[in-house]
C-alpha cells in the first residue's frame, strides 16, 4: 500500500496587513497614535519581527500611504526591515479582499503560496502569533486551507459577550491545535468543558484565499456577521493553534483607551511586542 502524501508545508510565505481609513466604529483607527506611533506600525513592527517573509500594508488609499510613510522608513532605519505599502480600492468589502487584491498586484507570478492576514487593529499582537498562524496550516498532519488562532475563555463575562467570536474546537491540554467546526458569537460548544475566544488573524493557502474572495457571501455568514462562516459553509478547512491570551484588539474609544495604558505602560522594551 503506497504511503500517504506529506502534507504540503509553506514554502515562500508573506505577511498582509489590510488597514483603510473608513472603518465605520472608529473612523481612521489605524493611523490614531500609540506610543508615539500610528496603530498599524505597531502591527507592521511585530510581522517584521515574525520574520517568516515580506511584509505588505495594504492601504486604501493616498492620504494612508502618505501618513504611514515616514513612520515606516524609521522601522527600516531602525534595521527591522522594510514594508511595502500598497493602494487597494477603497470600495473593497472586506480585509480578506484587501489582502488579496494587494498579493495579486505585487506578486501575479504567484510565488508566495501562503499569506497571512494580520488585522491592522491589533496593535498587542506578538511575533509568536503570527507564526502560530502559519503552523495552524497543519493539524494532526493534515493540511488546512486556512488558519487561524485561539485563545481561552476564563470569565463568564467574556463567553457571552457577542463582540467575543468564540470558536468550538478540541484544543485542550496536550493538544494545541485542532480543527475548526463553527464559529459564534454566542457560546459554543454547549456542556462543560473550555471555551474558547477566536483571534482574527488568519493564513491563507494561496488557492483557498482566491476562492474564498470569489464567493457570495453565505447564509450563516451573514447571520452571525462573521466572514469565517463562509469558509466552513463552502466546505474549507480551518485549523486553530491555541495561544495564551488573546491580543487586544481596538474597535471602539474604550479600547484605544486599554491599548495606550497597555502599550505606553509597558513599553516595547518590557516586552509588549
Wanted: with cysteine; proline share 10%.
Amino acid at each position: 500500500m503506497p504511503a500517504a502524501p506529506t502534507p504540503e508545508r509553506p514554502r515562500n510565505p508573506a505577511v498582509v496587513i489590510p488597514a483603510r481609513l473608513a472603518s465605520s466604529r472608529l473612523p481612521r483607527k489605524a493611523l490614531l497614535p500609540l506610543a508615539g506611533q500610528p496603530m498599524v506600525v505597531h502591527v507592521a513592527r511585530a510581522a517584521l519581527k515574525a520574520a517568516l517573509g515580506p511584509v505588505i500594508l495594504a492601504v486604501d488609499g493616498g492620504e494612508m500611504a502618505q501618513a504611514l510613510s515616514t513612520p515606516l522608513a524609521e522601522l527600516e532605519r531602525e534595521g527591522m526591515g522594510a514594508v511595502q505599502l500598497v493602494l487597494t480600492d477603497p470600495a473593497l468589502p472586506s480585509g480578506s479582499d484587501r489582502v488579496a487584491a494587494a498579493l495579486a498586484l505585487v506578486d501575479p507570478e504567484k510565488r508566495h503560496d501562503v499569506v497571512v492576514n494580520v488585522q491592522g487593529d491589533l496593535p498587542l499582537v506578538r511575533p509568536e502569533h503570527i507564526q502560530a498562524g502559519l503552523e495552524a496550516l497543519l493539524v494532526g498532519g493534515q493540511a488546512m486551507d486556512i488558519g487561524t488562532l485561539a485563545a481561552p475563555i476564563h470569565h463568564q463575562a467574556e463567553a457571552e459577550a457577542p463582540s467575543v467570536v468564540k470558536v468550538a474546537c478540541a484544543l485542550g491540554p496536550g493538544r494545541n491545535s485542532a480543527r475548526a467546526l463553527y464559529f459564534s458569537r454566542a457560546v459554543v460548544p454547549g456542556g462543560h468543558g473550555p471555551l474558547w475566544h477566536h483571534v482574527g488573524l488568519y493564513a491563507w493557502r494561496r488557492p483557498a484565499l482566491e476562492r474564498f474572495v470569489a464567493l457570495p457571501p453565505s447564509t450563516l455568514e451573514k447571520r452571525e456577521s462573521l466572514e469565517q462562516l463562509r469558509a466552513l459553509e463552502a466546505g474549507m478547512t480551518v485549523g486553530c493553534a491555541a495561544i495564551d491570551e488573546a491580543p487586544w484588539g481596538v474597535d471602539t474609544p474604550d479600547d484605544l483607551v486599554r491599548a495606550r495604558l497597555l502599550l505606553e505602560g509597558a513599553g516595547e522594551e518590557e516586552g509588549v511586542l
